[in-house]
């Protein structure tokens, strides 16, 4: 399986300027086919909203003939690719606006992941997912999907591990430092591949305080090793190849499983 | 809050020589009376048995007139500082044995933890812990503790914490490389301390394969501030002062909160 992770430096609501500049940047890319491309958090609209109003003004249905232009350029790489593209976007939906995934593969709209746990200031301009949680199915097998803040907490990537999923793709815009190494322990818990693409730059918008975003985009394999992680400041592509079945085995020493061994009737979740 | 913790190089099997080293270690110390001391796992035994027969010869009775070398010391201890001492052992009951903590107070034994989540070539000498998780009152606050490989789940940490535990001691013999930053991410998404006693030296037993345990022993604060840490090959202790009460509060930025964002009800776990 040939991923390609996308780690841009967007200009906040500049959207044509933002899938441009991704659009660039895949377009140098050895593989011009990957069979997943993983964008980072609203990476074409810019994160720091200072406003309901301005969060509504940049939010864009997902589908129909309304369908906004962040998701028609994935919805076009993925048919470009014939591949899975995984990728943020301010979602409208019934008037209200959330931090939203979109799962496309070979030109369709597979779905669209609402963010649940909201990072600070998000919750002002966002409204949290109801779930479920996201889970695909994939010619690679389950993919699951969270975005930025879910990843702090471990309920999720080990819901969606053990529901099945074998990678998770994993949009974000990290500002806090625990994020690239703290990855590694999920990862290594349930023995998957994660995948996160992050933002770098520095936003300071409206008289916020301003967010500086720590790049480091990774891809990790299920024993914890860095198969490929970006750096701080600058935009960059990761292209990894890995074998996801990798995942199905839960060993962590020849008489240690990380998943056999639990004992969910002593836990208090 | 004053914590100390002891990593040491014990020599397999050789129970008094390796009481007597921890022994001289804290007498060294600059605390005659700590709040809590957290000694490592199997601290005095060794960790690497090479057959059942071997667990049984080496393992003690927490209680009676029976009670073994290891927990009379433990049990001195605590008499000596007046305040709690968490250590391993292994822990002879009903016929088998288990890779246990004890945990004392001011001379009494408040309870016995037996490690749930057995590691590797442990499942040949030990029997798992039961349950329940080990949760405890203290003056402190409620005290959690897991035995070494019980890190590696997240259930683990998150059950104690959910249940009120402020603070985890955390006796190891960690040989894999995660431990040290992955704890950090039990600190952080907890927003709990957390204090591993990990001990040094390489033990190569009966034809096995050796096993370098990686010291590290350390002290990590609610939001993963590494408050100290150890060498990774040699002895050494840490003295740490902290108030639990920080671990009270779920905050992670302003508005938001690692306990109350959780969804429950979306978790598959």
Known sequence: MNVVIVQNDPAFGDVSRNIEDVSLMLSKRKDPKPDLVVLSELFASGYQFTSVAEAHALSEKAVGPDAGPTVAFMKALSRE???LVVGGFPCQKNGRVTNAAAVFRNGELVTV???VHLFDAENRWFSPGEGPLCLVD???GPMGVMICFDWLFPEVARSLALS???FIAHPANWVLPFGPSGMILRSVENRIFTMTANRVGTEERGGLAPLTYI???QVLSPSGEILARAPRETAAILEVSFDPAVAKTKTVASESDAFRQRRPDLYHL
């Open 113 to 115: 992941y609402d963010k």
């Open 215 to 217: 790049g480091q985009s």
């Open 138 to 140: 994939t010619p690679f």
């Open 164 to 166: 099945g999923a074998m």
């Open 81 to 83: 690719t014939g591949g």
